[in-house]
């Protein structure tokens, strides 16, 4: 449930997911070091706020490993992934 004037992403191997997801980028590679700190209390908090505008359940959140159709390793193995969503619910 994305909001009017909502442009389509270019995060995902599908157009349609790409239509109705919404896709956050954090820069670096996190199969070689981890996000810091900063960034997760950053990506944490707009995916809480995110959350609430869309009225998403903490399950909605996905790695874009996760949902993306052609096979990625993104966000990186060293990306913590269930840490963020344990922090989310």
Request: aromatic residues 4%; contains cysteine.
């Amino acid at each position: 449930a994305r909001w009017r004037g909502q442009l389509d992403g270019g995060h995902l191997a599908s157009e349609s997911l790409n239509a109705k997801s919404i896709g956050i980028c954090l820069v670096g590679n996190f199969d070689v070091t981890r996000p810091t700190q900063k960034e997760m209390q950053s990506l944490q908090a707009l995916v809480s706020y995110l959350r609430q505008r869309c009225k998403l359940p903490a399950s909605a959140v996905k790695l874009h490993r996760q949902i993306n159709t052609k096979p990625t390793l993104c966000p990186g193995r060293l990306f913590p992934g269930d840490a963020l969503r344990k922090r989310l619910k």
